[in-house]
């Protein structure tokens, strides 16, 4: 089986944050990408969020336009293409490349001794612009190149999918993308999604419905989350796709490594939550046919570890309701509002016979048999 893995970064988060001190053991998407095996655009790719500083552009596989860090935090921009960057990705092939050198690349080669022309300069004195010249081998060539060579097939026989936040709703769109490419639309899919946020006015079919493609859905949801702006989605299903939806205490960070009092700055207060998670994550991946190391490795007894030590600061949690990343609460004390496919709803409400937890968001006690059907 060649499985090809895609890590999609939440709003605001990169690569980089495996590092990030707000996550005590690491930012779970970014750690999870950098423990695993094989080579990067050949066996996997880890993309960056929206508003997370274009830190990727020079290597997509499509021109994403720069957009601005604001309007990818507050409205998303730039997703699609992250998107499609990704579909290109497992295609092996780029429909963009920077052809030219940038003025920092240029400096780099000049001081490094590479003997290319000097910078020629073109309009008057005050509107003067420089031309740093071609590049000899575009970063997407080069990734071709190695796709081309060393995966085998091509085209990967499944292809999995992590995210969080609108990383979560990434999958999604790229799933249904997917599933509308000639070349792609019979790879099976799997999805596991970290509280899938997609934001205000973002709400659509391509987000939060999902095609046959899908065969194993994955979600953990943040039962305490109530930032206004922080609906989550539980996407609607086609017939036969195996689905398992957890809640766990905490706000949206919480699920994937923040383990702070507030659910936003530092600390190590409420670690279990992205324990947890992580822990399943790690556990799917693997049974998925993506190669993975440093795993946390749980075993029964440290997750009903987990599981008291998170009953027992219950109140800590159901305090986090009154924090909000955006100054502004939504949904009640009790619940937390939910989109179910294209339908608003309560989080609790969120289950369906279906599921392979028939209670869904709903499943009030974890045990560790609550985890039966990720194994």
């Not at 780099?108 to 031309?131: C, E, M, N, V």
């Not at 937890?357 to 609550?370: A, F, H, I, P, V």
Request: hydrophobic content about 35%.
């Amino acid at each position: 089986m060649s499985a090809f893995t895609v890590y999609f970064c939440g709003t605001g988060s990169h690569r980089f944050d495996d590092s990030n001190p707000n996550f005590w053991n690491g930012e779970l998407i970014a750690t999870l990408a950098s423990h695993t095996g094989g080579r990067e655009f050949v066996d996997w790719i880890v993309v960056d969020g929206p508003g997370s500083g274009n830190l990727q552009d020079d290597a997509l596989f499509v021109d994403d336009g720069d957009h601005l860090k604001v309007t990818g935090t507050l409205f998303g921009t730039g997703w699609n293409e992250n998107v499609q960057h990704a579909l290109q990705v497992i295609k092996g092939k780029s429909n963009w490349a920077r052809t030219k050198l940038t003025e920092q690349q240029y400096e780099h080669l000049k001081q490094a001794g590479i003997p290319i022309p000097d910078a020629s300069a073109a309009g008057s004195w005050f509107w003067r612009t420089y031309d740093y010249g071609e590049r000899a081998v575009t970063p997407q060539a080069l990734q071709e190149q190695l796709i081309k060579q060393m995966r085998k097939p091509l085209i990967p026989s499944v292809v999995n999918l992590v995210g969080w936040s609108r990383g979560g709703i990434s999958c999604h769109m790229l799933a249904n993308a997917m599933v509308a490419d000639p070349q792609l639309r019979d790879v099976p899919v799997n999805i596991f999604a970290i509280d899938p946020v997609p934001g205000v006015g973002n709400i659509q079919a391509d987000r939060v419905q999902l095609g046959a493609n899908v065969k194993e859905y994955v979600g953990f949801y943040a039962r305490d989350e109530r930032s206004k702006g922080f609906a989550c989605v539980v996407p609607v299903t086609a017939f036969g796709t195996r689905m398992s939806i957890f809640p766990l205490p905490g706000r949206h960070a919480t699920l994937v490594g923040n383990a702070s009092a507030d659910g936003a700055s530092t600390g190590k207060v409420l670690p279990e939550p992205g324990m947890i998670v992580r822990h399943f994550a790690e556990t799917c991946l693997k049974r998925w046919g993506t190669a993975l190391d440093k795993c946390q490795g749980l075993d029964d007894q440290a997750l009903e570890t987990c599981h008291q030590a998170m009953a027992a600061a219950d109140s800590q949690y159901l305090a986090l309701r009154q924090q909000s990343y955006t100054a502004i609460t939504e949904g009640s004390q009790q619940e937390r509002i939910v989109h179910h496919g294209l339908n608003p709803t309560e989080f609790s409400k969120v289950a369906n016979e279906g599921m392979q937890t028939k209670e869904g968001l709903g499943l009030r006690q974890l045990t560790c048999d609550s985890y039966q059907s990720l194994h």
